[in-house]
């Protein structure tokens, strides 16, 4: 069987991380995800009016799916847009602030001058240990250790019906001679979370109570997959008042984010928006 090692990718994780949260930085958006065509980048229509043209779409959606190795969803389609958007508001305000002055009108510069007067008279409000707290196990998710697990797949090429797919697991297991094609995949340290999201919740509850070392097949959001369990590293929950300063710094963070939004969204307001060949 021909091998791959199939270990995290640091892309999809930033890319996961565009999606989920409420704000990502701006120049780093713009550099990674709608980055170096000026062509593309251009809007067309009135000055108080913004176009997600088709370019755009399909750049989006290309990134993302060579990033998330999938295609994206309408929810995922909307969350780029709206970084799009956002980023083409702070780029116009940037210029009508004359904040291209001195500068070799580089998009993300504009934008990133743009974004640090936005940011400017931000105030964060006050938070206690109860409210840092709480806001800790709203997101615990993030400090908790993870289960990881060490397992193999082999890609079978061809016939991948269940009853071929259990006779070459009976052959891996030593109960025949395989004669099927496959590609080996090793996977390891991978997160539970990211089991369910890439093959779904029953395939990673099914996984974690297999004994490691045998080979078997197991139902997937894709259909039937030949696995076998190397090893599972139990996860963790994180404590609180171990990571508090670096819990607070989040926090910062987040808050910071969801204002910055707030403020870019309201200068937004005077523009139009519309999705070319659709409506506003």
């Known amino acids: 069987m021909e091998t791959t090692d199939t270990s995290a990718n640091p892309r999809p994780s ?40 088709a370019a755009v779409r399909k750049e989006a959606t290309e990134i993302f799916r060579a990033g998330m190795k999938r295609d994206p969803t309408a929810a995922d389609l909307k969350v780029l847009e709206d970084r799009w958007i956002d980023n083409e508001v702070l780029y116009r305000e940037g210029l009508a602030l004359a904040l291209d002055r001195g500068d070799s009108a580089i998009r993300e510069r504009v934008i990133f001058k743009a974004l640090s007067v936005a940011q400017a008279g931000l105030a964060l409000p006050k938070i206690d240990e109860a409210g840092l707290g709480a806001w800790f196990d709203a997101h615990r998710t993030r400090y908790d250790i993870a289960t990881r697990f060490d397992f193999q797949e082999a890609a079978v090429v061809g016939d991948r019906t269940l009853p071929s797919l259990q006779e070459f697991v009976d052959a891996l297991n030593g109960k025949g001679s395989p004669d099927a094609e496959s590609s080996l995949r090793i996977f390891k340290d991978r997160p539970r979370d990211n089991l369910v999201q890439s093959y779904g919740a029953p395939f990673a509850a099914a996984l ?34 171990a990571i508090k300063s670096r819990v607070y710094q989040d926090w910062k963070d987040d808050t910071t984010s969801q204002l910055t939004l707030r403020a870019i969204r309201d200068m937004g307001r005077k523009y139009r928006i519309r999705t070319e060949g659709g409506q506003s």
């Open 208 to 241: 974690e109570k297999q004994a490691p070392g045998s080979w078997l097949v197991l139902a997937s959001t894709e259909g039937p997959r030949v696995v076998r369990l190397e090893s599972v590293k139990p996860g963790a929950a994180a404590d609180f008042e």
């Open 14 to 53: 930033l890319l996961r991380r565009i999606v989920r949260e409420p704000l990502t930085h701006f120049v780093v958006l713009g550099a990674l995800v709608f980055a170096g065509d000026q062509a593309l980048l251009a809007v067309l229509g009135a000055p108080q009016e913004i176009v997600v043209t």
